[in-house]
């Protein structure tokens, strides 16, 4: 099935044929009015040289006109060879298409709503006959069954045409043209995004993801670049500030030389005031007793770091590096997306 996207945006349009398998572009002049285009055929000709093939619009009141305006498109610069010449069904359109189809060009009868108009089209040699799903849809009818009846005249009489499955909506109208074996689908670029999306998809790639992190980054690479160092004579209240400051619940307290000497936890700060109430607060560090912290090397992969966390029943490690305590581990940092 041939995939078209539907649309004048430039920066959509830019975006979508990033893809390289797109067919090539539908538009209408609805799309052109909606976003404020004032040079028409500007507008056409910058769109034909962005795509492979551009479905444009030409229109007239009668047969001749509308001959004469495709021709004009041809003189200004279109090419040929990479454009379609879209033209409402009528008694006049089918009649036009006829002439431009036995001219070697390209034409898609569009704006159809019922087998009947899809017959006329396939006997005048359209390239493409396009009901429009969407609108018929709103209207009470049930388009598919009109669909499916244009793809099976395609099919039984063996016509060289092709049942353009337009006005999509939601992706599963892209399901439905799928299911009913229509040749093209044309669709607008927020649908166009969707068709690749599924919550389980997603949730599954965060977790292949995940897991891959945690075997191949090393502890040094998941810290924080915040690493809370505060000597042991630091002022209580003022380990609280650098707690705060650093975004973690614990600060790293160390010796003159740098050794790690413990770890001061949100936890022990609610023990202690718990304790002592305010005259907690006019303590040092050095006033407290520390338990010989938690701490893993730099080099340790991330999966054995959640192995300790699981084992320790502790929400930080901190991290050392040539005997210096260089960072905290929060077991948040486990997940690169907290």
């Known amino acids: 099935m041939e995939l078209y996207l539907d649309s004048v945006d430039l920066n959509e349009i830019q975006e979508a044929f990033e893809l390289g398998f797109l067919t090539g572009l539908t538009t209408t002049p609805t799309f052109m009015h909606r976003h404020g285009v004032s040079d028409i055929d500007g507008m056409i000709l910058k769109l034909g040289e962005?795509?492979?093939?551009?479905?444009?619009?030409a229109?007239?009141?009668?047969?001749?006109?509308?001959?004469?305006?495709?021709?004009?498109?041809?003189?200004?610069?279109?090419?040929?060879?990479?454009t379609v010449f879209k033209i409402p069904v009528s008694f006049e359109g089918v009649k036009v298409c006829k002439r431009l189809s036995d001219e070697g060009?390209?034409?898609?009868?569009?704006?159809?709503?019922?087998?009947?108009?899809?017959?006329m089209a396939l006997e005048a040699g359209a390239t493409y006959v396009c009901p429009l799903v969407g609108r018929l849809q709103d209207q009470g009818h049930d388009a598919l069954a009109l669909i499916e009846q244009c793809v099976n005249a395609v099919e039984l009489y063996d016509y060289n045409a092709k049942i353009m499955f337009s006005s999509v909506r939601h992706p599963e109208h892209v399901r439905n043209a799928i299911n009913l074996g229509v040749?093209?689908?044309?669709?607008?670029?927020?649908v166009l995004k969707q068709l690749t999306e599924n919550n389980f998809t997603t949730v599954g790639t965060e977790q292949f993801l995940e897991h891959t992190r945690l075997m191949t980054v090393k502890v040094r690479d998941a810290i924080r670049p915040s690493n809370p160092l505060v000597p042991a004579d630091t002022r209580l209240t003022d380990a609280v500030v650098k707690m705060t400051e650093s975004g973690f619940g614990c600060v790293t307290v160390v010796d003159k030389q740098g050794q790690l000497i413990g770890a001061f936890t949100d936890g022990d700060l609610r023990r202690l005031i718990q304790k002592d109430g305010h005259d907690a607060l006019q303590k040092t560090l050095a006033d407290?007793?520390?338990?010989?912290?938690?701490?893993v090397s730099a080099d340790l992969l991330l999966n054995e770091a959640q192995?300790?966390?699981?084992?320790?029943?502790?929400?930080?490690?901190?991290?050392?590096?040539?005997?210096?305590?260089?960072?905290?581990?929060?077991?948040?940092?486990?997940?690169e997306n907290v």
């Open 50 to 57: 962005m795509v492979p093939i551009l479905q444009v619009e």
């Open 59 to 82: 229109l007239g009141r009668n047969a001749d006109e509308i001959h004469a305006e495709a021709h004009r498109l041809i003189e200004i610069g279109v090419d040929p060879k990479k």
């Open 288 to 295: 407290l007793e520390f338990k010989e912290p938690i701490s």
């Open 105 to 119: 060009l390209m034409t898609n009868i569009h704006l159809v709503y019922t087998l009947q108009q899809t017959y």
């Open 307 to 335: 192995a300790i966390f699981r084992q320790s029943h502790v929400d930080t490690l901190i991290v050392i590096d040539n005997d210096k305590p260089i960072g905290i581990l929060d077991i948040q940092d486990l997940n």
């Open 183 to 190: 040749h093209t689908c044309t669709v607008p670029y927020k």
